[in-house]
């Protein structure tokens, strides 16, 4: 990696630090800078988990920021520092707006601030739906490959719910290894299963495409599945659904009764950020008084400290860390910059002089 300071400064004077500059980065250039680019980011958040569950990293609690007029509305800053080779700090600050489907918008959109940890200096703003998708779809495939290596590796996938992150974590899965015989597919929304299906026949894989409009078939005959929903309340409630003991990459956080959680072996990516805001795991230590029907996170699955049972449901819920953001956007500013793409904003910062 590079060092922030010195590659995005215009000049010195002895005795004081360069002048910081400041890099815009579209989204055209992000997409570009990680296309195609699967196991390698994978690789990466893989070395971002590892640097978390040693402590080289700082990674407070999120920010809700809500609406009493839009109470289906937020947006949540997420700050991090992260240390290692990647060494950068920053803030996340991303807006989950649904009403904003039925308008032909994408719900979420973000952008990422980095700053560099010798002055503090922002020294880029990135557009970051793509590298929330990005980061968030890396840590799904890297989860089901490390919760599936005591089991039958899965050969049936169920995706429920048809988005933006339903198209990123199928395409990581795919971009690290998985083949499936038969990918099964429900939205509450026909046209939205319906244009995830053409997405899915467009790849050419060769798997079985099904639209379930049952949830309880989607879930019942996959192996593997993946939740990636705008719900806000559980409505998966019965745990008898998961007796083939599938594994559940439970992204969006609020699909599932606390029922089905304490039917099943529990991994999180952070047990402090994941059991707050009402999430599954939360409600399910709010019905429990406890934290006990967690098995561990996935740093402590890697690190040999915590594994998988065989005979068990296995669900994995990750509230999303934002040193993942900042790991990949990191990626994403080197990548710019190599490329001698960086849309420098000259004179951003004014007052650089204490006295004037």
């Not at 890297?142 to 919760?147: G, H, Q, S, Y």
């Not at 899965?154 to 690290?176: D, N, S």
């Not at 599954?280 to 406890?290: C, I, K, V």
Request: proline share 6%.
């Amino acid at each position: 990696m590079t060092d922030t300071l010195s590659t995005s400064s215009r000049s010195a004077t002895p005795g004081r630090p360069a002048v910081p500059t400041f890099a815009v980065i579209t989204g055209e250039q992000v997409h570009q800078a990680l296309s195609g680019r699967e196991k390698q980011l994978t690789e990466l958040v893989e070395t971002v988990y590892r640097l978390h569950d040693a402590g080289d990293s700082v990674n407070p609690p999120s920010y809700f920021l809500r609406f009493t007029d839009r109470p289906t509305s937020r947006i949540i800053a997420l700050p991090a520092s992260l240390g290692g080779s990647v060494h950068v700090d920053g803030l996340k600050w991303v807006s989950s707006f649904p009403e904003n489907v039925s308008s032909g918008l994408p719900r979420a959109s973000a952008v990422l601030i980095l700053n560099d940890q010798e002055t503090g200096y922002p020294f880029a703003c990135l557009e970051s739906s793509i590298i929330s998708a990005t980061r968030t779809a890396a840590s799904a495939a890297l989860a089901a490959d490390w919760l599936s290596r005591n089991r039958t590796r899965p050969r049936r996938v169920g995706f429920f719910g048809t988005g933006l992150i339903a198209r990123y974590i199928h395409t990581f899965l795919a971009g690290t290894g998985w083949d499936f015989d038969e990918i099964g597919v429900h939205d509450l929304s026909a046209d939205s299963a319906g244009g995830f299906r053409g997405y899915l026949e467009q790849t050419g894989g060769g798997a079985r495409i099904t639209v379930h409009e049952s949830a309880e078939d989607l879930v019942r005959g996959s192996d593997l599945l993946v939740f990636a929903t705008i719900a806000g309340q559980p409505h998966v409630t019965d745990p008898a659904w998961f007796t083939h003991n599938p594994l559940v990459l439970h992204v969006s956080l609020r699909d599932l009764a606390p029922e089905v959680l304490l039917g099943a072996a529990n991994f999180v990516d952070d047990v402090d950020h994941c059991l707050k805001a009402d999430t599954s795991p939360h409600l399910a230590e709010q019905l429990t008084g406890s934290r006990d029907f967690l098995n561990g996170t996935l740093g402590d699955v890697m690190a040999g400290r915590a594994a998988p049972p065989p005979d068990r449901p296995v669900v994995f819920s990750p509230f999303g860390l934002g040193v993942l953001d900042l790991a990949v956007g990191k990626y994403v500013y080197d990548e710019v910059s190599r490329a001698g793409d960086l849309g420098l904003i000259d004179d951003f910062f004014h007052e650089l002089r204490r006295y004037g």
